[in-house]
């Protein structure tokens, strides 16, 4: 814990110098700041629980630092980050750890809820007021006080946690159109800078690219199971958040595919598929095997036939049960 700490002290060292380095107005390196918070405080391995911790954390220094506390242990005094007291651009950081603790929260309670149901409605309201604090920074940086590049970050991250909420909701086409205005501003982001610094900005597109061809599969875009897995083809051996996401998005796809199917043709005979779980497994099948051919290295092969294998130990599972429950 006290290695943590310092760890935080000097990073805490660091934003403060990004938030300060600045030509003209106030500037707030965003997407650094947050991706560099994320990898270091606990996304690197998925654990939202202890970054939520780390965000709720370096909001009580911020407030210390710049004597925005809001009231003590006894009372709540509840204080508005306003454009009048933008004298600082860590008013702007306070908004973003806000947005970061609230949407933290909701990915925890994503995780959770896979298990406990009634947490979806937690989950919202969570993703919500992140989605509020990012319309909030937004608004902020419209200042003139707030140079051109962090008012287009500010945009682009409000647009990404709109994307979020409304892609919870189900609403595909406003959530397609949330992350493309994201991807948009972030592609003009990086033609504007050279190779090196726009590499964080590709790293945020290729994050929410499957995001967009799952909304297009929903919105009638039958092409977009394959773009998913080709996504998850040139993601190679590595694992991480982005592969499980894949997993995700291909999965939740073929949900909605199988729900039509209704038998399969083998050695000539018409089967009956009547358990979604084998459908999935046979809607993916045909995919997977391209997958595994069209690899280009012996980690991806290996990691593609690992996710065959389970996925056929899972629907054979599935089908034994069935065949138990009808006897």
């Known amino acids: 814990m006290a290695v943590e700490k310092a760890n935080e002290a000097k990073i805490t060292s660091l934003e403060e110098n990004k938030e300060n380095a600045m030509d003209e107005g106030l500037s707030l390196e965003i997407l650094q700041i947050i991706k560099e918070s994320q990898q270091q405080h606990g996304l690197r391995h998925g654990d939202y629980q202890r970054y939520r911790g780390y965000c709720s954390r370096r909001l009580r220094r911020l407030r210390k630092t710049l004597g925005?506390?809001?009231?003590?242990?006894?009372?709540?005094?509840?204080?508005?980050?306003?454009?009048?007291?933008?004298?600082?651009?860590?008013?702007?950081?306070?908004?973003?750890?806000?947005?970061?603790?609230?949407?933290?929260?909701?990915?925890?309670?994503?995780?959770?809820?896979?298990?406990?149901?009634?947490?979806?409605?937690?989950?919202?309201?969570?993703?919500?007021?992140?989605?509020?604090?990012?319309?909030?920074?937004?608004?902020?940086?419209?200042?003139?006080r707030v140079d051109a590049k962090t008012k287009l970050e500010a945009q682009a991250y409000s647009s990404y946690l709109t994307g979020m909420v409304q892609f919870e909701m189900q609403k595909w086409k406003s959530a397609m159109e949330a992350f493309n205005k994201c991807k948009t501003i972030y592609l003009n982001l990086a033609s504007a800078f050279t190779e090196e610094q726009a590499v964080l900005y590709h790293q945020r597109v290729e994050e929410i690219s499957p995001n967009i061809r799952y909304c297009a599969y929903n919105i009638g875009d039958q092409n977009a199971i394959n773009d998913l897995m080709q996504m998850r083809l040139s993601a190679g051996g590595g694992g991480g958040?982005?592969?499980?996401?894949?997993?995700?998005?291909?999965?939740?796809?073929?949900?909605?595919?199988?729900?039509?199917?209704?038998?399969?043709?083998?050695?000539?005979?018409?089967?009956?598929?009547?358990?979604?779980?084998?459908?999935?497994?046979?809607?993916?099948?045909?995919?997977?095997?391209?997958?595994?051919?069209?690899?280009?290295?012996?980690?991806?092969?290996?990691?593609?036939?690992?996710?065959?294998?389970?996925?056929?130990?899972?629907?054979?599972?599935?089908?034994?049960?069935?065949?138990?429950?009808?006897?």
């Open 241 to 327: 958040m982005m592969a499980e996401k894949l997993e995700a998005l291909i999965t939740q796809t073929r949900a909605k595919q199988a729900a039509t199917m209704s038998e399969v043709e083998w050695r000539g005979r018409t089967v009956p598929v009547k358990i979604d779980k084998a459908r999935i497994f046979l809607l993916g099948l045909a995919d997977n095997e391209a997958a595994i051919a069209q690899a280009d290295n012996d980690e991806t092969k290996e990691r593609l036939y690992e996710t065959l294998l389970a996925e056929c130990r899972d629907t054979i599972q599935a089908v034994r049960e069935e065949l138990r429950t009808d006897v």
């Open 68 to 144: 925005f506390r809001m009231g003590n242990r006894h009372k709540f005094t509840g204080k508005k980050i306003t454009v009048e007291i933008l004298s600082d651009s860590r008013y702007l950081l306070l908004v973003v750890m806000e947005a970061e603790r609230a949407w933290s929260y909701a990915m925890q309670l994503k995780q959770e809820a896979n298990t406990e149901p009634r947490k979806r409605f937690h989950l919202m309201a969570r993703l919500r007021k992140a989605a509020k604090h990012g319309e909030k920074l937004e608004k902020l940086c419209e200042s003139q």
